[in-house]
T-cell receptor
Framework: DAGITQSPRHKVTETGTPVTLRCHQT?????MYWYRQDPGHGLRLIHY???????DKGEVSDGYSVSRSKTEDFLLTLESATSSQTSVYFC?????????????FGPGTRLTVL | DQQVKQNSPSLSVQEGRISILNCDYT??????FLWYKKYPAEGPTFLIS?????DKNEDGRFTVFLNKSAKHLSLHIVPSQPGDSAVYFC???????????FGKGTKLTVNP
C-alpha cells in the first residue's frame, strides 16, 4: 500500500469555524489531490498540486484553499466551514506526469459541520 | 455536465456468476480509463486500467473492455465472490492531464 495518511480521520465542527485537513505521503510522489465524496456525486476533485507551492483548482474548489510547502504534505483548509462541506475527504497521490499512472488514495477524513 | 457516467447505482449478483459493471463517457479526448474499488470506511483502491489503444485488458478475475466507438467500457468480474462486494468507480483521463474524472459509482453486492 502507498504510504498515505490523513489527519484527523474524523472531525465534528461548527458552522463558521476554520478547519484544516492534512495529507502526508512517504512515497515522494509529485502529484497530490484532494477529493470529496458525497452520495450521488461520486468523487469530485477539489484542488490538486503538481509540486511544492504549485497548486490548481478542481471542479468544486469554492470555499476551499490548499497549501503545499513540502513534497510530503498537502493541506486542505476550509476557511469558514458550512454544512454543505459535510463530506468524506480523500487525499490521493500519483507519481508521474502525463496522467498514465493510477492515483493512490488515503483512508479518508469524515468531516461533519453542524 | 457529467463526462463519466455510471448509470446503474447498484447491482446484485450471485456468488460464482459474472458481474458486469458499465461506464459511459462523453469526452472523446479521454484515452486512459481506470476502475477503482471502494470498501466502506476505506479509500478507493486501484483495480485495473486500459489505454485507448487496446480494447481489452485482463488481470485475473477482472477484465475491462473498451468500445471507443460507443464511448463505453465495462468491467467483468468472473467468478464473483462475496469479497467483491464494494462500490466500483470508473475514471477517465485525457492524455497529458494529471487529473482523473470519476463516475458516481456502482454498488456491487455479491450474494453467497
Amino acid at each position: 500500500d502507498a504510504g498515505i495518511t490523513q489527519s484527523p480521520r474524523h472531525k465534528v465542527t461548527e458552522t463558521g469555524t476554520p478547519v484544516t485537513l492534512r495529507c502526508h505521503q512517504t512515497e515522494n510522489h509529485r502529484y497530490m489531490y484532494w477529493y470529496r465524496q458525497d452520495p450521488g456525486h461520486g468523487l469530485r476533485l477539489i484542488h490538486y498540486s503538481y509540486g511544492v507551492k504549485d497548486t490548481d483548482k478542481g471542479e468544486v474548489s469554492d470555499g476551499y484553499s490548499v497549501s503545499r510547502s513540502k513534497t510530503e504534505d498537502f493541506l486542505l483548509t476550509l476557511e469558514s466551514a458550512t454544512s454543505s462541506q459535510t463530506s468524506v475527504y480523500f487525499c490521493a497521490i500519483s507519481g508521474a506526469s502525463g496522467g498514465y499512472n493510477e492515483q493512490f488514495f488515503g483512508p479518508g477524513t469524515r468531516l461533519t459541520v453542524l | 455536465d457529467q463526462q463519466v457516467k455510471q448509470n446503474s447505482p447498484s447491482l446484485s449478483v450471485q456468488e460464482g456468476r459474472i458481474s458486469i459493471l458499465n461506464c459511459d463517457y462523453t469526452n472523446s479526448m479521454f484515452d486512459y480509463f481506470l476502475w477503482y474499488k471502494k470498501y466502506p470506511a476505506e479509500g478507493p483502491t486501484f483495480l485495473i486500467s486500459i489505454s485507448s489503444i487496446k480494447d481489452k485488458n485482463e488481470d485475473g478475475r477482472f477484465t475491462v473492455f473498451l468500445n471507443k466507438s460507443a464511448k463505453h467500457l465495462s468491467l467483468h468480474i468472473v467468478p464473483s465472490q462475496p469479497g467483491d462486494s464494494a462500490v466500483y468507480f470508473c475514471a477517465a483521463a485525457q492524455g497529458g492531464s494529471e487529473k482523473l474524472v470519476f463516475g458516481k459509482g456502482t454498488k456491487l453486492t455479491v450474494n453467497p
